[in-house]
């Protein structure tokens, strides 16, 4: 029997003449274009839901990073001549000066924190008040970046910056003041009274986190070392790095410049459970999608199977001819991997396209639902987005072809083994 060489120029052209197939010879054409839907569907499927995950872990991220140190320096506390505890920096300016001069640092601001209740209008709130100073304020991202921000930063010394979830439940402006009453006020020799002071509202900012937008407010620094009685001392020090996915890299010089008795908190600390969970929902959702492919591929299954049954005759006629059992299974295996392949191309296709116009898709859909499709009070994002990645695309369309190649051997082989004899008994 003679042998040719693999996937020879008249295997992929009686592969081609299958798949082409007419109605009247059994509709394989129309068991291919099914197959091809399938697979591309599921693809789609695939790429979409890796797009929106990324963009919602994105979005997530940048919602923590958005206004909040990459890195927070704080005191381990030391005791005064009284035995109390007292935590803080006042040596913070040196501090942070040799912090801000590492190399990857950006950003290293001296802040005071304090809880306190805002009021205004007949209405309280409560608020968390980070002190700064006027330039370091302005060097936060999120604060200044907002397309909602309103307000002149420039004025920043002269009143208080509000978030806009606090605005709206004080239901206060720029212009507007709001008190703010801190149960740990002035000392006198009866104890200490609650201490309430008045500031004009001069900026209002959203960044981007639900969260952060309905308790953060900024004062003047010194004013917040007044009011929260730590003339003299910084609370923390926030610092923000270049890189900040990286951020384990920078905990040794970060602690060998702040000092003696200093202790690191980065964002990863605070938001490494919603991290590791989204870790795990993403990869059950690729194993749950990875599914779908794996049974649209199925469908490649049985349109060769159908195809074996209906060109029996040819094929009884190929192997008398001297074909051999290789050539035959190339020529069914081309057509199930030309099958996967086009599938797999059209899925991506559509994938990309939705990725890429997903925020007037999801508009759209808003629209036609009423509104609400995306609650900011369930998830700690305003809003949804997908992010395309190369490398997701690879996956996806690397675990389609893989899959579509696997499913079609088995057909392919059957075909293959076929006896001539018995294929063309009833001829």
């Not at 320096?73 to 300016?93: E, K, T």
């Not at 740990?184 to 959203?206: I, L, M």
């Amino acid at each position: 029997m003679a042998t040719t060489a693999p996937f020879s120029r008249f295997e992929w052209m009686i592969a081609w003449r299958y798949l082409r197939a007419r109605r009247a010879e059994g509709g394989i054409s129309v068991m291919t274009w099914i197959s091809v839907i399938g697979i591309a569907l599921a693809v789609f499927a695939l790429i979409a839901t890796m797009a929106v995950r990324a963009g919602f872990r994105a979005e997530f991220v940048s919602s923590i990073l958005g206004a909040n140190a990459h890195v927070t320096v704080y005191s381990a506390g030391q005791q005064d001549a009284s035995g109390r505890m007292v935590r803080g920096f006042a040596d913070y300016d040196a501090r942070a000066a040799r912090i801000r001069a590492l190399p990857g640092v950006t950003r290293a601001a001296p802040i005071i924190r304090g809880q306190v209740m805002g009021t205004a209008n007949g209405v309280n709130a409560g608020v968390e008040v980070y002190g700064m100073a006027a330039d370091d304020v302005t060097g936060v991202p999120s604060l200044t970046t907002g397309d909602d921000d309103f307000g002149d930063l420039q004025r920043f010394e002269d009143g208080i910056a509000i978030g806009s979830g606090v605005a709206r439940e004080l239901n206060v402006s720029v212009g507007d003041r709001i008190r703010i009453i801190s149960p740990d006020g002035v000392k006198t020799a009866f104890g200490t009274s609650p201490r309430v002071n008045a500031y004009e509202v001069v900026y209002v900012f959203t960044t981007g986190s639900p969260e952060i937008d309905r308790t953060r407010a900024y004062l003047p620094f010194a004013e917040a070392q007044t009011y929260f009685n730590r003339e003299g001392i910084a609370d923390e020090i926030e610092v923000m790095v270049a890189d900040p996915d990286h951020v384990e890299t920078f905990e040794l010089p970060l602690l060998q410049a702040a000092g003696d008795g200093a202790l690191l908190w980065s964002w990863r600390d605070s938001a490494g459970n919603y991290l590791q969970a989204l870790t795990v929902e993403d990869r059950m959702m690729f194993i749950l999608m990875s599914i779908l492919v794996l049974i649209a591929a199925m469908n490649i299954v049985s349109g060769l199977i159908m195809l074996v049954k209906n060109k029996g005759r040819d094929i009884g006629i190929l192997r008398t001819m001297g074909l051999g059992e290789g050539s035959v299974l190339r020529v069914f295996f081309i057509c199930g991997a030309i099958t996967g392949l086009a599938g797999t191309a059209l899925g991506i296709v559509m994938g990309c396209a939705f990725s890429y116009w997903f925020t007037p898709i999801f508009d759209f859909v808003n629209w036609v639902a009423g509104g609400g499709v995306w609650d900011p009070t369930v998830r700690p994002i305003y809003h949804l987005s997908a992010r395309l990645q190369a490398g997701d695309v690879a996956l996806a369309a690397g675990l389609s072809l893989i899959l579509s190649f696997v499913v079609t051997i088995f057909p392919a082989w059957r075909a293959a083994r076929m006896n001539p004899v018995e294929a063309l008994r009833y001829e």
